[in-house]
């Protein structure tokens, strides 16, 4: 069965510093990958998502970016993390549902304070 | 205007009562719908499909309106278990084989004993 890894769960770090968010999905291949952050008290907002190696689309132009080195690792990242950079990153990966839709399975989430 | 709107809530309704929430999107090039549900500070899970002809599971019935780009799910008999939050979604079309998929920013359901 499939499982998709996230981590840090949690961390608390200063504006300005570099971030490295990572998401590994097991048990499938050429998984379409996608990158949220929530808010708090916010909806989910989609930042990027991946369909393979090096192909990334890109939703919102902020200081934040996404890579996916690998088929089923994909990585969002920041050079100088702002205050409205905290939030709850979500990673999920896209399989296939009725009629061919994508129906998304979601890791755990890590949970990041900017301060 | 947002993708996807919803009444932000809160529903409290009282155990056993019957909950209906409605979405609305504004792209007609929509292909699919979904609800999702997401417990408090986790991470969201997929509760059903949403069709034009309507889509039931036990207590929960989604139906879909394409000509008023319309999304609605009842709860019957609710439980208190079903407190969360209801979140529309909708599926565009995406680069190559992936869908650009969008969430509401959710519907909060509380219910009590």
């Known amino acids: 069965s499939q499982t998709i890894h996230q981590w840090p769960a949690t961390l608390v770090q200063p504006v300005g510093s570099p971030l490295s968010l990572e998401c590994t999905v097991e048990g499938t291949s050429n998984p379409n990958l996608y990158w949220y952050r929530q808010a708090a008290g916010r909806g989910l907002q989609l930042l990027f998502y991946s369909v393979g190696i090096g192909q990334i689309s890109s939703e919102v132009p902020q200081n934040l970016s996404a890579s996916r080195p690998q088929d089923r690792q994909f990585i969002l990242s920041s050079k100088k993390l702002l205050l409205s950079d905290s939030g709850f990153y979500l990673c999920?990966?896209?399989?296939w549902g009725r009629g061919g839709a994508n129906v998304l399975t979601f890791g755990a989430g890590s949970r990041l304070t900017v301060l | 205007r947002k993708e996807v709107e919803q009444d932000p809530g809160p529903f409290n309704v009282p155990e056993g009562a019957t909950v209906a929430f409605n979405c609305t999107y504004s792209n007609s090039a929509s292909q699919s719908f979904f609800w999702y549900r997401q417990d408090c500070r986790k991470e969201p899970k997929l509760l059903m499909s949403v069709y034009s002809s309507g889509n039931e599971d036990g207590r929960f019935t989604a139906q879909l309106n394409r000509a008023s780009q319309y999304i609605s799910l009842l709860i019957r008999d609710s439980k208190l278990s079903d407190s969360a939050t209801y979140l529309c979604?909708?599926?565009?079309?995406?680069?190559?084989?992936?869908?650009?998929?969008?969430f509401g920013s959710g519907t909060r359901l509380s219910i009590r004993p």
């Open positions: 999920a990966w896209g399989g």
């Open positions: 979604v909708v599926n565009l079309k995406g680069e190559g084989s992936a869908s650009k998929i969008i």
